[in-house]
């Protein structure tokens, strides 16, 4: 029973990674802090 | 005249002519170089300077100091 | 009825923090020049209909960049309700030369004095109701940072959209200019809107060659040309430049007052005196960065990064190192006794291993019962051979003297007895992250696989790279300091002399500068450069400067071959420098890529103490959106590997792996196919392997990978955590070959992304993850070949290729730089037919 309470979760969270990274790469995400849209070209 | 990139730092002239491409001149005008304006040279490293053109500071190459006449 | 109202005015001059505040749009300030290359749309704060695009910061309308080009079409071709003009009080004149172009666009334009407050406390003043006045536009002051006069701003400029009056020219040229622009304003055709002629009509006159791409029909006025020409015995793009300044000149007069004070060199000018020295530049900046990466890498970062791996994500730690000290007094007490144990059991190892095997199993065990352990014990002891074994071990006394002490059965027994310190009954104890989700699965009666999964992989994984977080912020916060003080555009200045002897220009600097954070603006920041082999060039060569990703991979090979030496971290920085000038030598010397690099020439802004907000702000963006990558990419990479790596042919059979079955796994599998393309570089187990190629991904996945390869395998007695057991794979030299090809080859996917979208070209975006991949493979190669000469490892095939390939380099460096022949020839004889 443990074990599927924990699987679930576990899911939840490997689901909710992805639908956050395909949802960035509908805005254009980039790596390093912001869209690129609104990215001033330094980031340093 | 001589051009920009020989005169020392500290010292302030005024800008005789500016030579170089089209291109080149109306950029370095929109930035504050123009005949019959002032240029104080901040600093100069072996021909790139940091000069004072209408109260900015403005950092150029060599090859551009070269071109403009004081 | 949604209204425009565009932001224009110069770089630097505030407009991106204005447009923050009114918008509310959490953006970062920086200090150079160039800083916004997009367009940027937002709404206004409390007004629905209003939305505010915020413009490139341009110079003029004259377009010799493409921000300025941007800007211009924009306004031109949108036609937005208003302007809002930003103006920097502190340099106005140049500022001003912008607001007279806008204002012949013929949109209404609400100016907004900037840095009034800098302007106050150097005695300056200048008299807006003059100003507007002989301007004929409506200007009001405002403290963008400070935000006062902000909302007054905007309402204004949302005022004069509503209204959309036609716009009076206040000012005038010389009246024979006037003249020459009336009669072209005549031969404009009704393609143009009226108010927007004189526009055109001066842009004609000035010669400027890209209005045409505005207009249908494009009418001749050479002739007018030519006039003003003759008469002013100057070009015309001169002559309207020379009649703006002196308009401007006249408004200074009247509508300011400089204070004595600002003569003689501001603050700004001093140290640029300095840190701009013909001399001392280079050594300031190396002294800069050195001590940046000290201080974030080797001192605060380990001590961080230590508490990190080895606490948090470890077995645990002291709150706020209450106990520590109990705790290292106790186990200083015991370390002579350990040191006992450990010397015989060595010893009882190669005398009698089998007997030694089976007592260590049991005693090694956690979960063994304690009857089970005594029992073993009195096995072990009473064996023959055991019985009579003595040997000596050393021992650090108190003084730190080391002494020989004889060990035997019984004093093997004696130290056995004693209790090894749990340093969880000292003071404050936190349990580790791991042991804590550990007893949890265990109570919640978990399975075995799941909670594998979990803490081997997922935890495991992402753990390693969480671990770097504080020493990241750490890194974060000085970086955005330099930036923010407005260093960083000296540093392009400085960098640029040297740039030039290699063909590339200061502003190739630049991308490289802002790549060190992440590769992916780094990139794009390449669109400034005009020069489009210059640009390509740079686009190929910014990933090679270590971005934040790479930095964990550089901790962690630092930790685990060098003991965190400060030179590693630095010496990958002077790396990726080297790869790029020397790839910006070798290509410019080729026929892709030669010709004289564009001019340089940028502001400076002055230098100011940044305010704590923005530097933890930036810091933070910067830190939040690498634990983020933490937990969405580098997460799904972890359970994917770990599925791979648990999964495999084992027995004959395909089905979950016990721990020591690593090696039959899936990814195994997969890795020994890819391993032995590594081999010369002398990393070719597939572990290593396996590590670079998830950091095509994102690079922080290599130490994730790391993380579970390495701290996974249960073989470690004493529970070492990826560092030692990473340390004992490869030699520190070929570790150094690793740490240089994951630095130079092609970044991750993003990073790649960006590269293609910038270089808009398939082909050229192959031919750059080529370049960078197979230099990196190259360099790696050379390292580890030569650098075994020195540790006495030579392997004859490898080096003669590795000296062939130095050499080759070297030509390619070294060889003279031919512009083509062809053309200079022409050119010569032209000169001599003239």
Sequence with gaps: ?44 | MMPLSMVKAGETNIIRKIGGKEEVRKFLENLGFVTGGEVTVVSEINGNMIVNVKDSRVAIGKDMANKIMV | ?834
């Excluded at chain 3, 150097?122 to 902000?150: Q, R, W, Y």
């Excluded at chain 3, 959209?161 to 200019?177: E, N």
């Excluded at chain 3, 640009?535 to 990703?549: D, E, L, Q, V, Y």
């Excluded at chain 3, 570089?681 to 290593?688: D, I």
């Design chain 3, 1 to 834: 009825m949604s209204i425009k109202i565009a932001l224009a005015g110069n770089p630097n001059c505030g407009k991106t923090t204005l447009f923050n505040a009114l918008t509310g749009s959490n953006q970062f300030v920086g200090n150079w020049p160039g800083v916004t290359v997009e367009k940027k749309e937002g709404k206004l704060k409390g007004h629905s209909d209003v939305t505010i695009m915020d413009l490139p910061g341009i110079y003029s309308l004259s377009p010799y960049t493409l921000e300025e080009v941007v800007a211009r079409n924009y306004l031109v071709g949108e036609r937005p309700d208003a302007i809002l003009n930003i103006v920097d009080g502190t340099n106005i004149e140049r500022n001003l030369y912008l607001s007279t172009q806008l204002m012949e666009l013929g949109i209404p334009v609400i100016m907004a004095v900037n840095m009034m407050d800098i302007l106050e406390k150097n005695g300056d003043k200048i008299h807006l109701d003059k100003l507007s006045e002989k301007l004929g536009c409506p200007v009001v002051a405002i403290s963008a940072l400070k935000g006062t006069g902000i909302k007054e701003a905007a309402d204004k400029a949302v005022d004069l959209a509503k209204k959309a009056a036609t716009v009076t020219i206040a000012h005038s040229f010389a009246d024979s200019v006037e003249a020459v622009i009336s009669a072209v304003e005549a031969k404009i055709g009704s393609d143009v809107a009226d108010e927007q002629k004189r526009f055109f009509a001066i842009k004609l006159i000035e010669k400027d060659d890209k209005i045409k791409d505005m207009m249908k029909s494009v009418p001749d006025v050479s002739a007018e040309v030519q006039k003003l020409e003759d008469e002013f015995d100057d070009d015309t793009e001169s002559i309207i430049t020379n009649e703006r300044y002196q308009y401007i000149s006249s408004i200074i007069h009247d509508c300011c007052t400089k204070s004595k004070k600002s003569e003689g060199g501001s603050v700004s000018d001093k140290i640029d005196k300095v840190v701009t020295n013909r001399w001392a530049a280079l050594p300031i900046f190396a002294a800069v960065m050195f001590l940046v990466y000290y201080i974030s890498v080797t001192t605060v970062g380990s001590w961080a990064t230590d508490w990190a791996n080895d606490g948090v994500f470890g077995d645990g730690w002291h709150l706020f190192g209450i106990g520590t000290s109990a705790y290292n007094d106790a186990a200083d007490e015991y370390a002579p006794y350990d040191a006992e144990i450990k010397g015989f059991l060595e010893a009882a190892e190669e005398k009698a291993p089998d007997v030694t095997k089976e007592f260590t199993e049991v005693y090694d065990d956690e979960d063994a019962q304690e009857a089970d352990v005594d029992a073993a014990i009195k096995a072990f002891t009473s064996n023959s051979a055991i019985k009579s074994l003595t040997t000596e071990v050393n021992i650090a006394g108190e003084d730190e003297d080391e002494e020989l002490v004889n060990v035997n059965v019984a004093t093997f027994e004696t130290a056995l007895e004693q209790e090894e310190p749990d340093p969880a009954d000292y003071g404050v104890w936190v349990p580790g992250i791991p042991v804590l989700i550990g007893n949890g699965l265990d109570a919640i009666g978990c399975a075995d696989w799941l909670s594998g999964l979990i803490l081997d992989g997922i935890v495991a994984g992402v753990g390693a790279v969480l671990g770097f977080v504080p020493q990241m912020l750490v890194l974060f916060i000085f970086l955005a300091f330099l930036e923010s003080c407005g260093y960083m555009a000296r540093v392009a200045f400085i960098m640029d002399r040297i740039f030039r002897k290699f063909g590339l220009s200061g502003k190739s600097f630049i991308p490289m500068l802002i790549g060190s954070g992440c590769g992916v603006p780094g990139v794009m920041a390449s669109r400034t450069i005009e020069n489009d082999r210059d640009r390509k060039m740079t686009i190929m060569t910014t990933t090679f400067i270590p971005c934040g990703a790479k930095l964990p991979i550089i901790a962690l090979i630092a930790g685990a071959f060098f003991d965190n030496a400060g030179w590693v971290a630095w010496s990958a920085y002077f790396v990726g420098i080297a790869a790029i000038i020397c790839s910006g030598i070798i290509l410019k010397k080729t026929k892709m890529f030669a010709g004289e690099p564009a001019p340089f020439v940028m502001e400076l802004p002055a230098y100011h103490m940044p305010t704590v907000e923005n530097v933890l702000r930036s810091m933070w963006e910067r830190g939040w959106s690498f634990i983020k990558k933490a937990g969405t990419i580098i997460l799904l990479s972890t359970i994917v590997l770990w599925f791979l790596m648990n999964f495999g042919w084992a027995d004959g059979s395909f089905g979950m792996l016990e721990a020591e079955q690593l090696d039959s796994s899936i990814l195994a599998a997969i890795g020994s196919v890819i391993a032995p393309i590594f081999a010369p570089l002398g990393w070719g187990n597939w572990k290593m392997a396996v590590a670079a190629i998830t950091g095509l991904i994102a690079k922080e996945n290599v130490v994730a990978t790391f993380g579970i390869l390495f701290g996974f395998a249960e073989v470690a007695e004493d529970g070492a955590e990826i560092w030692g057991q990473l340390g004992a794979s490869i030699v520190p030299i070929a570790a150094y070959g690793f740490l240089v090809f994951n630095l130079l080859c092609a970044p991750c996917f993003a990073a790649m992304g960006a590269i293609k979208r910038e270089m808009n070209n398939t082909k050229w975006f192959w031919f750059a993850i080529g370049y960078q991949t197979v230099l990196a493979y190259i360099v790696a190669f050379c390292i580890y070949q030569i650098g075994s000469v020195f540790t006495g490892n030579i392997h004859v095939v490898g080096l003669i290729i590795a000296l062939l390939f130095v050499a080759g380099f070297i030509y390619l460096l070294v060889r003279p730089y031919k512009e083509s022949d062809t053309l200079k020839v022409d050119m010569k004889k032209k000169a001599f037919a003239k």
């Design chain 1, 1 to 44: 029973m443990g074990t599927v309470i924990v699987g679930i979760i576990v899911l939840a969270i490997a689901g909710g990674a992805a639908y956050s990274l395909h949802r960035d790469k509908k805005n254009g995400k980039s790596q390093c802090g912001g869209d690129c849209s609104r990215c001033g070209g330094h980031c340093h």
